[in-house]
């Protein structure tokens, strides 16, 4: 049983066209993340969505929209996408709490590593 | 704002030796800490965590690490190494009352 999975596992896809990356977590857990990591393997925050409602959006273009229609989901989706968008893309999830005091370990999901041609 | 330094880019051991990757953080309260590993094309698995009480943190696969305070590290260790440790290796901290990462660079470790 996948805690957190993520659809497609690779995404190839040409300049300007439209994609989106499915997440689920069967964890019970009220936090979901979306990550980049670059071509350097470096980890960065994109959002942070805790039952099912934005709560951190890190300068991330507004070509990212990511869409929770429940607490187990957080799709991402990427319009008009670029060259630069090529990386692999990490959802994440977490236990959290309401007013975030307990700051338990994120669970990762496999990552899609999108190349844009 | 935090950040993480892992200092290491590359570390190679040979088999059977023992390992420390070394991990600095900068954050003006007590950090949560961990360590997580990506093994090639796959995602990031926990080793590890700190968040309160004994320093000294034992993890999966034999790992362990330790909070120094005073030295603001987080350094991760292993007695002996195997083969299949050859990864890339995360320090991460996380600050109360944000349930966000901020990661470091990676240090990759290469076994002989």
């Known amino acids: 049983d996948t805690a957190v999975s993520q659809t497609p596992k690779y995404l190839v896809t040409q300049m300007g066209n439209d994609k989106s990356i499915k997440c689920e977590q069967n964890?019970?857990?009220?936090?979901m993340y979306w990550y980049k990591q670059d071509s350097k393997k470096f980890l960065k925050i994109m959002f942070s969505y805790n039952n099912k409602e934005l709560i951190i959006n890190e300068t991330v273009p507004n070509r990212f929209s990511p869409k929770s229609p429940d607490k187990a989901h957080l799709n991402l989706h990427i319009n008009s996408l670029e060259l630069g968008d090529s990386a692999v893309y990490f959802c994440a999830s977490s236990q959290s709490g309401p007013s975030f005091r307990a700051n338990t370990e994120a669970f990762f999901g496999q990552g899609t590593r999108l190349t844009v041609v | 704002a935090q950040s993480v330094t892992q200092p290491d880019i590359h570390i190679t051991v040979s088999e059977g030796a023992s390992l420390e990757l070394r991990c600095n953080y900068s954050?003006?309260?007590?950090?949560?800490l961990f360590w997580y590993v990506q093994s090639p094309g796959q995602g990031l698995q926990l080793l590890l965590k700190?968040?309160?009480?004994?320093?000294l943190v034992q993890g999966i696969k034999g790992f362990e690490a330790e909070f120094k305070r005073s030295q603001s590290s987080f350094n991760l260790r292993k007695p002996s190494v195997h083969w299949s440790d050859a990864a890339e290796y995360f320090c991460a901290v996380g600050a109360r009352g944000y349930s966000t990462l901020t990661f470091g660079k990676g240090t990759m470790l290469l076994v002989s």
């Open positions: 954050y003006g309260a007590t950090p949560y």
């Open positions: 700190y968040f309160s009480g004994d320093t």
């Open positions: 964890l019970g857990h009220d936090t």
